[in-house]
C-alpha cells in the first residue's frame, strides 16, 4: 500500500490510502522537451508531408512555425489559457507530472509576453510543475533579417520580460533558439543564449536538427544545461558534451514525422552523454505521451528499456536542473508517481502505449488523476 500523508508539526495523518496491491509504481514522468501554447492546428501539412514535403518545404510555403505564429497573435491570452490547461492534463493522464514548455510562437514582444503570461497563470490553475522556457527566436519573423530578428530579441523582448518578471507577471527558467542554417545561426544563437544566460535562465536550446553548424560545440562552451534534437551531432560535440554532463534531449516523434536522419543516440549513451527524452508536443507533432516516447527511443534509437525508463524521469529532470526534486523515488525529492497495472515495470514500454493501464497519477503527494 502506498499512503498519502499530510504533516502537521510532529502530528501525522493519512488522508487516503491507495491498495497498490498488484501494481507497479514508477516516478512522475518528466516530458523535457514541449511548445504546449498555440492556437490553430496543421492538419493540412501532415497532408503535404505524406506527399513527400520536407520541414523547409513548408516553412517556404508560409506553413510551419510561421502559420502556427499568426494563430497564435489572432488568439486572446484567456483561449490560449483554457487550451494550454486542458493540454497539461491530459499529459497528466499520460503519466507526466513536470514538464518544460516554451513560448515561440509569438515572435514579437506583445505576443511572447502573452504566451509567457499564460505559462505563469496556469500554474496555479493545476498541478503539474512546469519549467519555463523564452523561445523568441524560433524562427524568422515575416520579412525580417537574421540580424534584425536578433537584435529585436536582444532589444526589446528580453527587457521587456524582465520588467514583466520584476512585475511579478512572467518567471523564465531557461532561454531556447532554433539554432538552424538560414534561421538563426550559430554567431546569433551565441549573443542570444549569452543575454538569457545574463538573465539567470538556464542554455537549453535547439541544435543540430536538421544541418551541422557547430551548434552542439558552441553551446557547450556557453554553459548550456540541455541541448534538443542533435540528429546532425558531430563526434566532437558527443565528446563535449559527455565531459561537462549537458543533457541530450531525444525527440523521437519529430525525427520520425519528418524522416530525419536518426540521432546517433547509442553512441552518446556508449560516449557516456545524459540521455534525456521529451514528446516535442507541438502542431506538428501532436504527441502527449512519454510512454509512447519510450517505446518509440527503444525501437527507433536502440535505448534499453532502462536507459529509456531514466531518460523520462531523471534524465529529463536533469535537463531543466531539477533531478534533486523530481525523476526517481527517493526520500527528499516530491512524491511524484505513476501507479500502473501491468505484471512488470517494463511493461509499461514494451507496450506501445500503456497509458490505459494507469490506475492513479500523485503529484507531491496528491491524487491528480484516477482512472
Same mark, same amino acid.
Given at each position: $500500500?502506498?499512503? $498519502?500523508?499530510?504533516?502537521? #508539526?510532529?502530528?501525522?495523518?493519512?488522508?487516503?490510502?491507495?491498495?497498490?496491491? %498488484?501494481?507497479?509504481?514508477?516516478?512522475?514522468?518528466?516530458?523535457?522537451?514541449?511548445?504546449? +501554447?498555440?492556437?490553430?492546428?496543421?492538419?493540412?501539412?501532415?497532408?503535404?508531408?505524406?506527399?513527400?514535403?520536407?520541414?523547409?518545404?513548408?516553412?517556404?510555403?508560409?506553413?510551419?512555425?510561421?502559420?502556427?505564429?499568426?494563430?497564435?497573435?489572432?488568439?486572446?491570452?484567456?483561449?490560449?489559457?483554457?487550451?494550454?490547461?486542458?493540454?497539461?492534463?491530459?499529459?497528466?493522464?499520460?503519466?507526466?507530472?513536470?514538464?518544460?514548455?516554451?513560448?515561440?510562437?509569438?515572435?514579437?514582444?506583445?505576443?511572447?509576453?502573452?504566451?509567457?503570461?499564460?505559462?505563469? /497563470?496556469?500554474?496555479?490553475?493545476?498541478?503539474?510543475?512546469?519549467?519555463?522556457?523564452?523561445?523568441?527566436?524560433?524562427?524568422?519573423?515575416?520579412?525580417?533579417?537574421?540580424?534584425?530578428?536578433?537584435?529585436?530579441?536582444?532589444?526589446?523582448?528580453?527587457?521587456?520580460?524582465?520588467?514583466?518578471?520584476?512585475?511579478?507577471?512572467?518567471?523564465?527558467?531557461?532561454?531556447?533558439?532554433?539554432?538552424?542554417?538560414?534561421?538563426?545561426?550559430?554567431?546569433?544563437?551565441?549573443?542570444?543564449?549569452?543575454?538569457?544566460?545574463? $538573465?539567470?535562465?538556464?542554455?537549453?536550446?535547439?541544435?543540430?536538427?536538421?544541418?551541422?553548424?557547430?551548434?552542439?560545440?558552441?553551446?557547450?562552451?556557453?554553459?548550456?544545461?540541455?541541448?534538443?534534437?542533435?540528429?546532425?551531432?558531430?563526434?566532437? %560535440?558527443? /565528446?563535449?558534451?559527455?565531459?561537462?554532463?549537458?543533457?541530450?534531449?531525444?525527440?523521437?516523434?519529430?525525427?520520425?514525422?519528418?524522416?530525419?536522419?536518426?540521432?546517433?543516440?547509442?553512441?552518446?549513451?556508449?560516449?557516456?552523454?545524459?540521455?534525456?527524452?521529451?514528446?516535442?508536443?507541438?502542431?506538428?507533432? @501532436?504527441?502527449?505521451?512519454?510512454?509512447?516516447?519510450?517505446?518509440?527511443?527503444?525501437?527507433?534509437?536502440?535505448?534499453?528499456?532502462?536507459?529509456?525508463?531514466?531518460?523520462?524521469?531523471?534524465?529529463?529532470?536533469?535537463?531543466?536542473?531539477?533531478?534533486?526534486?523530481? #525523476?526517481? +523515488?527517493? +526520500?527528499?525529492?516530491?512524491?511524484?508517481?505513476?501507479?500502473?497495472?501491468?505484471?512488470?515495470?517494463?511493461?509499461?514500454?514494451?507496450?506501445?502505449?500503456?497509458?490505459?493501464?494507469?490506475? @492513479?497519477?500523485?503529484?507531491?503527494?496528491?491524487?491528480?488523476? /484516477?482512472?
Amino acid at each position: $500500500q502506498w499512503y $498519502q500523508r499530510r504533516v502537521r #508539526g510532529d502530528e501525522k495523518e493519512f488522508n487516503s490510502i491507495i491498495d497498490a496491491s %498488484g501494481l507497479c509504481v514508477i516516478p512522475g514522468l518528466v516530458d523535457g522537451h514541449t511548445h504546449p +501554447v498555440w492556437a490553430g492546428d496543421r492538419v493540412h501539412e501532415f497532408a503535404m508531408k505524406l506527399k513527400g514535403a520536407s520541414y523547409m518545404d513548408i516553412h517556404n510555403a508560409g506553413g510551419g512555425i510561421g502559420f502556427t505564429v499568426r494563430k497564435t497573435r489572432e488568439a486572446t491570452e484567456e483561449e490560449l489559457l483554457h487550451s494550454f490547461v486542458g493540454r497539461l492534463q491530459l499529459m497528466a493522464r499520460h503519466g507526466t507530472t513536470t514538464v518544460e514548455c516554451k513560448s515561440g510562437y509569438g515572435l514579437n514582444t506583445d505576443t511572447e509576453l502573452k504566451m509567457l503570461r499564460v505559462l505563469e /497563470r496556469a500554474k496555479s490553475l493545476q498541478s503539474l510543475d512546469i519549467s519555463v522556457t523564452y523561445c523568441g527566436a524560433h524562427s524568422l519573423p515575416f520579412g525580417m533579417s537574421e540580424r534584425e530578428a536578433t537584435d529585436d530579441v536582444l532589444e526589446r523582448q528580453i527587457p521587456a520580460i524582465m520588467v514583466a518578471a520584476n512585475q511579478g507577471k512572467v518567471a523564465v527558467d531557461n532561454i531556447d533558439v532554433f539554432c538552424e542554417k538560414g534561421i538563426f545561426e550559430t554567431a546569433c544563437t551565441r549573443e542570444i543564449l549569452k543575454k538569457g544566460k545574463e $538573465q539567470g535562465w538556464k542554455i537549453n536550446f535547439h541544435a543540430e536538427e536538421l544541418n551541422y553548424l557547430g551548434g552542439v560545440e558552441m553551446g557547450v562552451n556557453a554553459g548550456a544545461t540541455a541541448i534538443s534534437h542533435l540528429e546532425e551531432i558531430s563526434d566532437e %560535440g558527443i /565528446r563535449m558534451m559527455a565531459e561537462k554532463k549537458t543533457a541530450a534531449v531525444i525527440l523521437p516523434t519529430t525525427a520520425w514525422l519528418l524522416k530525419l536522419k536518426a540521432p546517433p543516440v547509442r553512441k552518446m549513451l556508449d560516449s557516456g552523454v545524459v540521455v534525456a527524452l521529451g514528446t516535442d508536443f507541438n502542431p506538428n507533432a @501532436h504527441c502527449l505521451s512519454m510512454l509512447r516516447i519510450m517505446n518509440m527511443a527503444c525501437v527507433e534509437y536502440r535505448m534499453t528499456m532502462e536507459e529509456a525508463m531514466a531518460g523520462a524521469t531523471l534524465n529529463s529532470a536533469a535537463s531543466m536542473g531539477l533531478s534533486d526534486k523530481t #525523476g526517481s +523515488v527517493e +526520500v527528499g525529492k516530491w512524491a511524484d508517481l505513476v501507479l500502473l497495472k501491468v505484471p512488470s515495470w517494463e511493461h509499461c514500454i514494451y507496450q506501445m502505449d500503456a497509458s490505459d493501464t494507469i490506475t @492513479h497519477v500523485i503529484k507531491k503527494g496528491k491524487v491528480i488523476y /484516477r482512472a
